[in-house]
Nanobody
């Protein structure tokens, strides 16, 4: 089993920045990818970004590309999401997720472990 704990959410004005953290514990050697998803009220959970633990390759949703950056610290079993130029439409609960499979995925149902989520609210 793998446990994921997110932190770093909060309230920020449009144009501001936040950095989210996701700390993994347990059988972390079984994880190949870690991603961030978000879910706004009344909407489906959507892919934001993901990173491969080995090699560090990344993918981004078009809506955040150029504004958000995912990174990882293997020694700390931590993945970060740096969010810049935030917009009100970025308001959502942000979830960290981990995937055991070798290949990456944009689909939430293909991730095996989830954190509890952290609220990000961007005011206009």
């Amino acid at each position: 089993q793998v446990q994921l704990v997110e932190s770093g959410g909060g309230l920020v004005q449009a144009g501001g920045s936040l950095r989210l953290s996701c700390v993994a514990s347990g059988r972390t050697s079984s994880i190949f990818h870690t991603g961030w998803f978000r879910q706004a009220p009344g909407k489906e959970r959507e892919f934001v970004t993901a990173i491969r633990w080995s090699g560090g390759s990344t993918t981004y949703a078009l809506s955040v590309k150029g504004r958000f950056t995912i990174s990882r610290d293997n020694a700390k079993n931590t993945v970060y999401l740096q969010m810049n130029s935030l917009k009100p439409e970025d308001t959502a609960v942000y979830y960290c997720a981990a995937r055991r499979a070798y290949s990456g995925s944009y689909f939430s149902y293909e991730y095996d472990y989830w954190g509890q989520g952290t609220q990000v609210t961007v005011s206009s």
